[in-house]
């Protein structure tokens, strides 16, 4: 219940508090920061959610850290919620939409700082905590360690490790692909919030499941090199004659996932696999507690 209060707290807070602090210009214009060089508002927004990151964390301190995150993605989910259109965006890029579309591409990449930002805040404040009231923390239950002077037990660990990871993150990608694809049909608001939340869920949810790792890396990188891809095929525009940001608006429409901002990719998107790999490791947990009393 820890988790969902955060989530929708973080939600209102971002919604209500930290739209007004890095609203854009214009509020039917996307909020981006790299095509506009306002790169202030951009560490505006990073704070705020490492902010949020922090304060969930102290209110999930029972709970798995996992879920401190995910509300810390909601609150980012929140000022994408509230942004304008991509449309209204490309038309103000003029003919320059080649160059706008590259610059979104790489603001994708550079959401995985806020993430990994967030996720050393939430790691600091549960140490601390750990340190000061222990009995308060959750605890991650200790993996069963390779027998003592085993080096090569310990390679297949870590190689198995290595396969899981790679696993999570191909087989993520592979079933947000087509889920997208059948979600994603129009760039409108409420289209681009369900798509995104539902596809990567269900995506990071089985990808957990079929590769069962404990880090949630794998699942928030996967929206992200996704996003960054599907922005940067955005720069191969037509150049048939008459407005380039028509042309560009007209290629957004017809491939809808350029419809998304990069605070789509993270908020929506990373909060989606997020809550994917939550659930996923609440229903291991479930199945852990039920087979316990069967071993008693």
Not at 111 to 121: E, L, N, S, Y
Not at 222 to 227: A, E, I, N, R, V
Not at 241 to 248: R, T
Request: charged content about 15%.
């Amino acid at each position: 219940m820890q988790v969902q209060v955060a989530v929708v707290a973080a939600l209102a807070v971002a919604w209500f508090a930290v739209w007004r602090l890095v609203r854009p210009w214009d509020s039917q214009v996307a909020l981006v920061f790299f095509p506009s060089g306002d790169l202030a508002r951009l560490g505006v927004c990073a704070a705020m959610v490492w902010a949020i990151a922090a304060a969930c964390a102290l209110l999930t301190l029972s709970a798995r850290p996992e879920g401190a995150l995910l509300a810390a993605l909601a609150g980012a989910a929140g000022l994408a919620l509230r942004s304008g259109s991509m449309s209204t965006l490309l038309k103000y890029s003029g003919d320059d939409f080649h160059r706008t579309f590259a610059l979104l591409s790489a603001e994708v990449l550079a959401m995985a700082g806020i993430v990994i930002g967030a996720a050393v805040v939430i790691a600091v404040i549960r140490a601390l905590a750990r340190r000061i009231v222990p009995g308060w923390v959750w605890s991650e239950p200790p993996e069963p360690a390779p027998a003592a002077g085993s080096g090569s037990d310990r390679r297949k660990v870590k190689a198995a490790g290595v396969v899981n990871f790679a696993g999570c993150l191909v087989t993520e990608l592979a079933a947000a692909l087509i889920l997208l694809a059948l979600t994603f049909r129009s760039p409108e608001r409420g289209q681009i919030a369900f798509a995104l939340v539902a596809s990567f869920l269900l995506a990071a949810l089985a990808a957990h499941q079929m590769f069962p790792v404990r880090s949630a890396a794998p699942f928030w990188l996967g929206p992200l090199l996704m996003g960054a891809a599907v922005l940067a095929l955005g720069t191969l525009g037509a150049s048939d004659p008459g407005p380039a940001w028509y042309h560009a608006i007209r290629g957004a429409t017809g491939m809808p996932l350029r419809a998304a901002s990069p605070l789509h990719w993270l908020g929506l998107g990373c909060g989606g696999a997020v809550a994917g790999f939550w659930l996923s490791r609440r229903i291991h947990d479930h199945s852990h507690e039920k087979k316990e009393p069967e071993k008693s």
